[in-house]
C-alpha cells in the first residue's frame, strides 16, 4: 500500500480557508481552522481535500463535480482527497447529510476563488478589464472570441499564489454549470465495476499479520477460565496477545487467525438477568429519564376537552441492525513511533484523537486513513476495530489487519434505538386538527437522538412535543435519519388514522392542515405523478401515502402494494424530495431508491431478536434485509427549486416510506398495524 | 494443487478445507470478491465455477480445483468491459459497491445459461445477493439493458 506523498510540494496556487461554510444558514458545528482546501499545480491540475469520506453516498463525485464547475476545468483534471487526517482539513465525521450543504459548498468558494486569480492574471497579461474575460476547460479568453486563449497552465508559469477565500465569494449560477445538475456517470465507477475499488479488507501492508479478538457469546460475560493451548498448534499461529479481559490471536493468514480463535478454550460467565425483546415497550417507559419538552403552547386540556374527536395512538420501533455490506475493518502498521491505520470509519479525525487518547500518544503520532467504505448507515463510527488492529500491531512489532465477521459486525456493531411513542390528537368533525401531543421514548443515552423530526409540521393552535431518552438493552448507535424515521412512522399513521375515522382522502386531509409552502408543492407533485386520485379509487391493491421532514429537505411518498396471507409486496412507490438545488440528480435518485429499499426492511421484516444478552438472529439468513424480489417500481420526483440552497438527500427518503407502507397496507386489509415490523403482525 | 483462474494456471500450497475465498483473496491477491457473511448468505463473495455463480466463501478450494473459475479481474477483457460492467457503469446500479462483483458475477452466470433472461428470471438469479444499500431497482434496469446488448450481439 503506497501512500501519497506531498501533495502540495509542486503547487503554484493555494486556496485555504475554513473547511465548512453555510453563508447565513446556520452551521450545525464550528466551521474549523482555516485549512488547504484546494491546491493547482504548474500543469493546471487540481487537488481538493476534504475530511469527508465516501460510503456510497457519491461525495467524490459530487465535489469533484462542483469543483470542476467553479473553475471551469475537465473533470479529469480534479484530484479530491478525503479522509485522510494527515492530509486533510479536520472535519467531525461524515453524517446528518451535511456535506453538499456545508462542505460542498465551500469547496465550490475555494474553486471560484481560484478561478478569479486566474482571471486576474490574465487580466494583467492582456491589460484588461477581468470582467471581459470568460473561462472554458481550463483556458481563459476574451469574451466571445475562444481562439486567443490561454491556458490555466499557461497562466500560473513562475506564479506562486496564495489565497484566502473571501468573505463575499460568490458563486455561480445553476444556468452556468456544465456538470452539476446532469446525469454523468459516477466518477469512481470504473474501479467499483472491476473489483480494484479498495475496502480496508482488502488492504496489504508487507508483513502484515492478520488478528482476531475473543468476544464473549452474550453482552455481559465474563470469562472466568481462559485456555489458549489449542491456538498454539494452529499452522501459520504467531502469538496471542492478552490485556486484562482482551484476548486476540495473530496468523500468517486470516483463515487461520479464526482457527485460533476457534480453538481457545473459555469458561464464560454470562448475565442471564438482562432483558429480552419479550420486555418491549414496557421497559422504555420504566427506564426513561428526563422529558425533554421540545414545544409546548396552548392548553392541551382545554382543546380535548372542546374536540369534537379525541384519538389515542402507541406506536412501536424495534431495533433494527445498519448491517453494512462491509463488515468493519482496520489495518494497523507502526513504523518509528508513528501509527498509520486504515480502517472505512465514518470519522477518521474521530478515530485518530481517540486512538491517541487510549493509546497515550499525540495527535499527530497518529495518521487514519478511510479507504472505501462499503456501507456505513451511521455505524462504523466507532473505533474497536481500529484500536483492536492498533494493539495487536503494537504487541507483535508487525503490520496487523482485523476483520470483523459478519456475527461480530450483527452484535457488537451499534443499532438503531428502539422507540416507543404515544400520540393523543383533537380534532373537529370537518377534519381540523387543534390539538396534538406527542411524547417519544428512544432508547440510547442522549434525548437528543430522538428529538430529529419530533414536531410536527401540520397546523395546530395547542401542542406539547415531548422525547426522553430510555435505558438500552442493546448498544444503540447512530442510523439513517436517527429518531426522524420512527418520529415520523408514528406521526404520519396517526395522522392517517384521524383521517380514516373521518372518511376523508389522506392527501386531500394532510393538505388541510399543512400550510408549509415546501411540504405543500412535494406532497401535491407527488401525488399528481402517483396519480392518487385515480389509483385510490380504481385500484384493488392497497394504496397510501406519508410525508416528512429531515436534514433541510422535503419528501412525500405514495405506495402502491397488496397483502396476500403473510406476505406484503409493495409495487410502486412514488417519492418526492424537495433538496433544493441538485447537484447531482442521479446521485439523488439513488440515494432516495436506496432510503426506500433500506425503510422497507424497518417496516416489513427487520427486527433485531434478543434473549437475556443474548442475539437471536445474527445471520442474514434470520434477520431479513430486503432482497431483489422486494424491490417495487420507484419513480423519484425532484421538486425542489434550483434557486433555494441544496439540502440533505442521503436520509430524507427513508423517513415517510414506513408509516406510507403501513397506511397502505390498513388501506387493503383494515388493518391498523401500530407496531413495527408489519409482517409478523399481519391477521 | 493447481487452480485455473481468469484463464490463468496457479500453483498453491494450502489446505484443501480452506474457502475459495481465502485462496483468491490471500494466496492470489484477487480481492475484487468480497467476505460479507462467510456462511453463503450474501453473495459478496460469489464467482464462476465453469459458468456457474458459487458462494467462494463456503466452498473448499479442493472441490473447484480442476474447473475455470473466474472472479470479478477477469471478466474485462483489457479495456474492454464485459456488458454487464458497461450497464453497471451507465445505470450506477451502486453506491458503496461492495456487493457489486457479486451481482456482476450472478448476471454473468444467467446470461451464460440464458442470453434473454426475463424480469423473473433476473430477480431469481440475483436473490442470493444482498444491496443494503438498495440499488435493486438500478441492478434490475442495468441487467435488462446488458441483456438486451448481448442479445443484439448473439443475433448479428
Redesign the interface.
Known sequence: MTITSDLHEDAVLVVTGPPQWAGELELPEPAGPEATLLTMNRQGDTVAFSGKVEYGQSIRSGFTLAIADELDVPLASVQLILGDTDLVPYDRATLGSQSTMTVGIQLRRAAATARRALIALAAERWAVDATSLSTSEGHIFPAGEPSQRVSYADLLQGQNLRLLIPEEMTIKDAEDFVFMGKNLPRIDALARVTGQAKYSQDIVVDGMLHGKVLRPPSYGASPQQIDTAGSERVPGFVMVVRDGDFVGVLCEREDASEQALDAIRVRWRENLDLPSDSDFPGILKETAGEMVILREEGSLAEEFAKADHVLDGSYFIPYIANAPMEPSAAVASWEDGKLTVWSGDRSPFGVRDQLARDLDMREDQVRVIAPEIGGSFGTKGTVSVAYEAALLSKAAGRPVRVVHSRAEEFMWGTVRPATLIEIRSGFQADGKIVAWECTAYHTGDLAIRGQRGADTPYNTPTVRIAVADCKSPLKSGSYRSLGCAGNHFAREVHIDEIAASLHMDPVEFRLMNLTHPRLRRVLSQTADRFDWDSRRTESSSGIGVAIGYDAGSYVAECVELVVQRKVVRVQRVVAGIDCGMVVNPEGVRNQVEGSIIMGMGTALREEVEFDAGRLLNPVFSRYRVPRINDAPQIEVVLAGDPTTPSTGAGEPGIVPIAAAIDNAVYNTTEARIRDLPIVPRLP | MQLLVNGETYEVDV?GE??LL?VL??DL???????????G??G?CTVLLDGRATNSCITPVDSAAGQAIT???G??NGND?HPV?EA???H?A????????GF?MSLVALFGRNPRPDDRQI?GA??G????????????QAAKAAAERLGRRGGE
Open positions: 489446505d480452506t474457502t481465502a483473496r490471500h491477491g484477487l480481492t475484487g470478491s468480497k467476505y460479507g457473511c462467510g456462511e448468505d450474501c459478496a472472479t470479478i479481474e471478466l474485462a468491459l460492467q453497471f457503469i451507465e450506477t451502486f453506491q458503496c459497491a461492495f456487493c457489486t462483483p456482476i430477480r440475483l436473490t445477493n444482498i444491496c443494503r444499500c438498495g440499488t435493486y431497482v438500478r441492478i434490475l
